[in-house]
């Protein structure tokens, strides 16, 4: 099996590349996923909203983590989506329930958002 050539480097070639890599997969997201603007623009609300309110350390921390955790289950759901799409642009009941799961993934998360800011505000 062959891997990729980009597997042996190194130290601080492998954090640097890694790092642009990264920058890339968010421009790329942002660019072409319509769920992933609008969940970033929530997230430039939110996440300063969450440091003004008077709330303990935790409960700014818990606020904060929900909304970065919906941040990546939709990375992690578009690139799952370009990978079924990569593969087939056909309709598949398997691509389907991988598009749909990946959804529901994301679904999730932004209900553990509401739950969270809601124990954290009202609890």
């Known amino acids: 099996m062959q891997e990729s050539p980009f597997k042996g480097k190194t130290g601080l070639t492998r954090v640097w590349n890694a790092f642009h890599y990264s920058m890339a997969g968010l421009v790329?997201?942002?660019?072409?996923?319509?769920?992933?603007r609008q969940e970033?623009?929530?997230a430039?609300?939110?996440?300063?909203?969450?440091?003004?309110?008077?709330?303990?350390?935790?409960g700014k921390a818990l606020m904060i983590a929900s909304v970065l955790l919906v941040?990546?289950?939709?990375?992690i759901n578009s690139a799952l989506e370009a990978?079924?799409?990569r593969i087939?642009?056909?309709?598949?009941?398997?691509?389907k329930r991988a598009k749909d799961?990946?959804?529901a993934a994301v679904f999730i998360a932004l209900v553990n958002v509401?739950?969270?800011?809601?124990?954290?505000?009202?609890?």
């Open 28 to 36: 790329a997201a942002y660019r072409n996923e319509d769920a992933f």
């Open 40 to 42: 970033a623009w929530l």
């Open 44 to 58: 430039v609300v939110l996440i300063p909203l969450a440091l003004f309110l008077p709330v303990g350390g935790v």
């Open 71 to 75: 941040i990546i289950v939709e990375l």
């Open 83 to 85: 990978t079924v799409d």
């Open 88 to 95: 087939s642009l056909d309709h598949h009941h398997l691509a």
């Open 101 to 103: 799961i990946g959804s």
């Open 114 to 123: 509401v739950a969270v800011w809601g124990l954290v505000l009202f609890a």
